[in-house]
């Protein structure tokens, strides 16, 4: 197999992650990886190889970004729960309610 899959299943990344913050399908980015994988494994690594590295190595470190953001993001939705969760309690404890 020629590394065209490679080279497509890159494009596809770069095409989703240019599409801003849009939140990525987890069912479609599993398919995607298990393609991806299935090119890479089958791949010549040819001419243009060391491009399609250096492609995949700026996704990876792109997507490694996203990752942190979105796991900061969901960390503060768990603070804000917990506080809002301490806050009912302590207003339950007071005989009051928030609902």
Avoid: C
């Amino acid at each position: 197999m020629s590394d065209r899959a490679v080279r497509e299943a890159i494009q596809v990344l770069e095409d989703w992650l240019a599409g801003g913050t849009r939140a990525l399908d987890a069912d479609a980015l599993a398919a995607w990886n298990r393609s991806f994988r299935e090119a890479l494994a089958a791949a010549e690594k040819g001419p243009g190889w060391a491009e399609l590295v250096a492609r995949g190595h700026a996704l990876a470190a792109e997507v490694a970004a996203r990752q942190g953001a979105v796991e900061a993001e969901r960390e503060a939705v768990r603070r804000e729960l917990a506080q809002q969760a301490q806050g009912d309690r302590a207003l339950r404890g007071y005989g009051a309610s928030t609902r």
